[in-house]
Nanobody, 119 residues
Framework: QVQLVESGGGLVQPGGSLRLSCAAS????????LSWYRQAPGKEREFIAGIASSASTGHDANAVQGRFTISRDNAKNTLYLQMNSLKPEDTAVYYCNAVYSDVVSYDYWGQGTQVTVSS
């Protein structure tokens, strides 16, 4: 059974930091490209950061560049998002996503974790 379980969300003050984790099971984690998305109330889900299957570094959306860092540990089947200098506009539900494309495409999502940035 495929599972992606996010954790690490919560309430943080502006300027603070959080580290999100996404624990994966039920598929060959190391083969998948991984991403973080977020969805704020009343807005569409947006891409935040992505990392290739064997990559050690990822790429970020402009809105979070220089503040958020995506990383993965294939030995632990875990994806991370380090979030620094958080702003109120970062408030959203954060989702992890795993994608693999060959003859057949596979696309998995977690259930999301709430991040609220407020004083």
């Amino acid at each position: 059974q495929v599972q992606l379980v996010e954790s690490g969300g919560g309430l943080v003050q502006p300027g603070g930091s959080l580290r999100l984790s996404c624990a994966a099971s039920g598929f060959t984690f190391s083969r998948y490209a991984l991403s973080w998305y977020r969805q704020a109330p009343g807005k569409e889900r947006e891409f935040i950061a992505g990392i290739a299957s064997s990559a050690s570094t990822g790429h970020d959306a402009n809105a979070v560049q220089g503040r958020f860092t995506i990383s993965r540990d294939n030995a632990k089947n875990t994806l991370y998002l380090q979030m620094n200098s958080l702003k109120p506009e970062d408030t959203a539900v954060y989702y992890c996503n795993a994608v693999y494309s060959d003859v057949v495409s596979y696309d998995y999502w977690g259930q999301g974790t709430q991040v609220t940035v407020s004083s």
